[in-house]
């Protein structure tokens, strides 16, 4: 993916915009500003990847934030809220962390850009949502994308309470986030809140090799907030796809709302 032209939000009202909904705030105009990129892609012409700002739950009531506004190859077209980036490599976002249950934000500097640096920002539990798009990049590889349906007031309400929440994708479909992936397929969960202490993942797929039972031993999974160390796989590994001690593929997640 080339880097994104930028579209700087103090700009916000310059982008051959047709409604008022979609400018920058100011005083008594917090309630006028948007709740999401989708909404500035549907009101407004613009088709420029870059920073603009949308009304949180914050204490300002707005924060900036990068919306993906043209077409993403898996996703479709532009509209896309980022609400959060995971480095593999750290323990930052791993399944028990609590950036996946509580309001906090995390190095939100790094929410402006596709740049490989964590973040969580306030769209976690202020954007709602009908679908998600999720990428991940493997070292020095194009991120590869895939979509997810599903509705929410936000993904902090989908998410946090921990209930696993299947969702309609196959195995295939989770791995085409990573060349070269794998999972057990034979008994899987996937979708929020999968597994469990043997493999886990906040979004993702676990898998084990038998038919699902009482105790199913997941040792594969392909997710992001992902932990687990059953059969020699990583447990530190937070974003990409672990089977066994076969396959450890550590990558960079994007996590989008629309």
């Known amino acids: 993916m080339l880097p994104p032209r930028k579209v700087q939000s103090l700009n916000q009202c310059d982008c051959s915009c047709t409604s008022e909904s979609a400018c920058r705030p100011g005083q008594d105009s917090y309630d006028r500003l948007p709740i999401s990129c989708k909404e500035i892609w549907k009101k407004t012409n613009t088709r420029v990847d870059g920073i603009f700002y949308i009304r949180t739950g914050l204490p300002s009531r707005y924060e900036e934030v990068f919306c993906h506004m ?122 929020f809140n999968s597994g469990n202490e043997n493999a886990r993942a906040r979004i993702g797929i676990v898998g084990y090799e038998s038919r699902c039972g009482a105790a199913n031993l997941f040792k594969s999974r392909i997710g992001f907030g992902a932990s687990g160390n059953w059969y020699g796989m990583n447990n530190d590994n937070s974003c990409g796809n672990e089977y066994e001690a076969k396959v450890s593929i550590v990558a960079f997640g994007y996590i989008f709302v629309q």
């Open 70 to 191: 043209t077409p993403i190859n898996g996703c479709g077209d532009g509209g896309w809220t980022l609400v959060m980036k995971i480095d593999g490599q750290k323990k930052t976002f791993t399944f028990d962390s609590r950036y996946w249950t509580d309001n906090v934000t995390y190095n939100v500097a790094g929410g402006t850009s596709l740049e490989k640096v964590e973040t969580k920002l306030s769209t976690y539990w202020s954007t709602p949502f009908t679908r998600l798009c999720l990428g991940m990049n493997y070292k020095n590889e194009e991120a590869k994308w895939i979509s997810l349906s599903y509705s929410g007031s936000s993904l902090w309400h989908v998410i946090s309470n921990g209930t696993y929440i299947p969702t309609n994708l196959t195995a295939g479909e989770w791995k085409k986030l990573l060349v070269n992936s794998t999972i057990w397929e034979n008994c899987t969960q996937q979708g």
